[in-house]
């Protein structure tokens, strides 16, 4: 009965991870600053992207791979086309 319990537990505190993990993911950041000013390429990367990632050099990929890799995490994590456009510039000519 103490194995069945011991595995709910973890089966539990599991599922409250994933949903912890999940929901930043889906929680979108303010594209503006209270001040009024639109956040750049570099902020938004900051931002967005370690939330679930550590954050890798921009150089650590050439501007093809970068392209595809926020593209695709766009769709994951509710970046906007404005964001998306914004954060793929940054990595792409930060070298």
Partial sequence: MRSVS???????VFIAASLVIVLFCFIPTRTIYAGG???G??????????????LRSPSSYS???WEIAVNHMRFRCGLTAK????????LKNAD
Avoid: M
């Fill in 6 to 12: 011991n595995r709910l537990v973890q089966v539990a």
């Fill in 37 to 39: 000013r639109e956040k």
């Fill in 41 to 54: 390429g570099a902020e938004l990367w900051a931002a967005n992207c370690r939330q679930c990632h550590t």
């Fill in 63 to 65: 501007s093809d791979q």
């Fill in 83 to 90: 964001e998306t456009r914004k954060i793929a510039e940054f």
